[in-house]
Structures are given as structure tokens and as C-alpha cells.
């Protein structure tokens, strides 16, 4: 089992009182429901990644993280994120979490439009325009889907992305 690098957990919920109860309710049913097409997708593969290929997994907030040994950054599936495991770089492991979070907040606005306003584009603006952005000086997160995602993971994680850690 790959060992897993944590800068820093997500803040667990906060105890359950029938406020946060409902909460975690309505989270949960609308994810299973109006988001079903890419969570569906996302059980798939963390059953796959944690049960076949026993690859470590941790709870982050709502999602659960799935550490993988893959060249690429972080994959975000609705409930389920998978990211690269032991990654040398512990900023770049931090800040990861806290954006594919967002994408987990973006699936559950758009539920089966994920694909289309957000997995579609930024697989594309991923594997297609490095160069272009390399060239252009231009940012992972310029465009609207990443840099939205960098939004809402830090306010849904209550944690701030951060240049601090080596």
C-alpha cells in the first residue's frame, strides 16, 4: 500500500447536530441523485483503485482521495478524487486537495452538466495547451472551471491554498 503524504487533514464536521445532520443529508442525496452520472463513474474507480489495487484512500471533507502512482496531477469524479501518490512536493499535494475539492462542489451544482462545463474543458485546457500556456505565461487556473474550483475548494474546505510549504 502506497504511503500516503498529508500536510494537512480537511477540518472534520463539525459534530452531528440536527443542523449539520440535515446538511450531510442533502449533500449526500443530491451527489446520489442529481450528480449520479459522475459519481457512478467515481465509485467505479475507488472500488477499483482501493479494493483490487489496494491503493490508500483518505476522507477529505465530503470526498474521499484516492492516492494513485500516476504521472498526473488530480482527477476529480463527484464524490471521489484521485490524485498522485507520494507526490515530492508537499505545497503541490496541499493546494491539489483543496482544488479537486472544488470540483467536487462544482459537481454537485451541475450534477450530469459536470461533464460538459467542467470535466470536458479542463481535461482539454490540461492535455492539449501546456505548451500555450507555457508560451502565453499563463496559469493552470486561468481558465474559468480551475480557477473556480481553487474558489470553492478553499471556501467549502475552509482551508487557504498557500505558496508556504516546500
Known sequence: MAKVDITQKAPDKAP????????????????WT??????????IAFLFCTKVRKRSWQRFGYARIVYV??????????????MKANHRNKKWTYNTRIHEYGHTWQC????????????????????FFEGYRRKNN????????????????????????TDDIK
Open 16 to 31: 452531528q447536530t440536527p443542523k449539520n445532520k440535515l446538511k450531510d443529508i442533502l449533500f449526500y442525496s443530491i451527489q
Open 34 to 43: 442529481w450528480g449520479l452520472p459522475v459519481n457512478i463513474v467515481g465509485l
Open 69 to 82: 502512482p500516476w504521472n498526473s496531477g488530480g482527477l476529480s469524479l463527484g464524490l471521489f478524487i484521485f
Open 108 to 127: 454537485l451544482l451541475l450534477g450530469p452538466l459536470y461533464y460538459l462545463v467542467i470535466a470536458i474543458p479542463s481535461a482539454v485546457w490540461c492535455n
Open 138 to 161: 499563463l496559469s493552470y487556473y486561468k481558465l474559468y472551471c480551475e480557477k473556480w474550483a481553487n474558489v470553492w475548494g478553499q471556501k467549502f474546505s475552509k482551508m487557504s491554498m
